[in-house]
T-cell receptor
Framework: QQQVKQSPQSLIVQKGGISIINCAYENTAFDYFPWYQQFPGKGPALLIAIRPDVSEKKEGRFTISFNKSAKQFSLHIMDSQPGDSATYFCAARSYNTDKLIFGTGTRLQVFP | DGGITQSPKYLFRKEGQNVTLSCEQNLNHDAMYWYRQDPGQGLRLIYYSQIVNDFQKGDIAEGYSVSREKKESFPLTVTSAQKNPTAFYLC?????????FGPGTRLTVT
């Protein structure tokens, strides 16, 4: 019940295309859903986050879509660029802890 | 410069030796965390601390120890009891739920 399931494991997208990464959870106590971007050999960087009281949040080319009833959330990267090539992790936090539960990551490759 | 620093970036040790990884933050965050990352896997929580002089075990605490004597520092010791210590270790801190990560330390034990 504490798991966050992330898919796909890897994703190849043409430059200018849309990258979509999906996550699903079971624990209804989760109340905060961040996405992290990690380049090889670096620490993850907080990209964008959403709380369950909204269904969508957009920051530049990055959008989180949240479906509370289906317990799913996804990251959309519009106009994907080669510089977006990285590993992306979704995560979830329960309202009564400060711990994040991470998905297993998606390796995105954007080709010119 | 505000942020989280981890040192060293690369660390090599012989089997059977304890090793301590440093994590320092100047963000004035109360909570700090240690994660382990292995290839093809997500981040697994080793230990976390929500306040000075207090810490809790995460999901994979066996073979590790921590201390939290100062708000800005949260060192992790990888002991000889840890069966597979070679990994990428990440420190994080948080305030208000948002976690921020350091650059990581890659530990290789041979």
């Amino acid at each position: 019940q504490q798991q966050v399931k992330q898919s796909p494991q890897s994703l190849i997208v043409q430059k200018g295309g849309i990258s979509i990464i999906n996550c699903a959870y079971e624990n209804t106590a989760f109340d905060y859903f961040p996405w992290y971007q990690q380049f090889p050999g670096k620490g993850p960087a907080l990209l964008i986050a959403i709380r369950p009281d909204v269904s969508e949040k957009k920051e530049g080319r990055f959008t989180i879509s949240f479906n509370k009833s289906a317990k799913q959330f996804s990251l959309h990267i519009m106009d994907s660029q080669p510089g977006d090539s990285a590993t992306y992790f979704c995560a979830a936090r329960s309202y009564n802890t400060d711990k994040l539960i991470f998905g297993t990551g998606t390796r995105l490759q954007v080709f010119p | 410069d505000g942020g989280i620093t981890q040192s060293p970036k690369y660390l090599f040790r012989k089997e059977g030796q304890n090793v301590t990884l440093s994590c320092e933050q100047n963000l004035n965050h109360d909570a700090m965390y240690w994660y382990r990352q292995d290839p093809g896997q997500g981040l697994r929580l080793i230990y976390y601390s929500q306040i000075v002089n207090d810490f809790q075990k995460g999901d994979i605490a066996e073979g590790y120890s921590v201390s939290r004597e100062k708000k800005e520092s949260f060192p992790l010791t990888v002991t000889s009891a840890q069966k597979n210590p070679t990994a990428f270790y990440l420190c994080a801190s948080s305030a208000g739920g948002e976690q921020y990560f350091g650059p990581g330390t890659r530990l290789t034990v041979t």
